[in-house]
């Protein structure tokens, strides 16, 4: 079984700053890529950002130049550090890995961790 466990969530302000954490755990093995997904309310779930084990990135223009996500292929974590907040930034946050598990080929979530960009 694979685990994918978020956190760092939470209220900030408008123009601030969070930084959030993920790591993979189980029975998954090799990792190639982990990625970022939100999702506000009435609206559909839309990719953020996202990182292979090379290193390389994709991010949403909507996020572009104001978030970063970095990974630590040694501990199955990925990061995504958020900063000039906006109020269309609140949303759920989830995680994802795929990769190798014993089960095979997969893309694991998490449950997800709320966002919410409020004055």
């Known amino acids: 079984q694979v685990q994918v466990v978020e956190s760092g969530g939470g209220l900030v302000q408008p123009g601030g700053s969070l930084r959030l954490s993920c790591t993979a755990s189980g029975s998954i093995f090799s990792i190639s890529a982990m990625g970022w997904y939100r999702q506000a309310p009435g609206k559909q779930r839309e990719l953020v950002a996202t990182i292979i084990s090379s290193g390389s990135t994709r991010y949403a223009n909507s996020v572009k130049g104001r978030f970063t996500i970095s990974r630590d292929n040694a501990k199955n974590s990925v990061y995504l550090q958020m900063n000039s907040l906006k109020p269309e930034d609140t949303a759920v946050y989830y995680c994802?890995?795929?990769?190798?598990?014993?089960?095979?080929?997969?893309?694991?979530w998490g449950q997800g961790t709320q966002v919410t960009v409020s004055s």
């Open positions: 994802t890995a795929e990769g190798r598990a014993t089960t095979g080929w997969g893309v694991y």
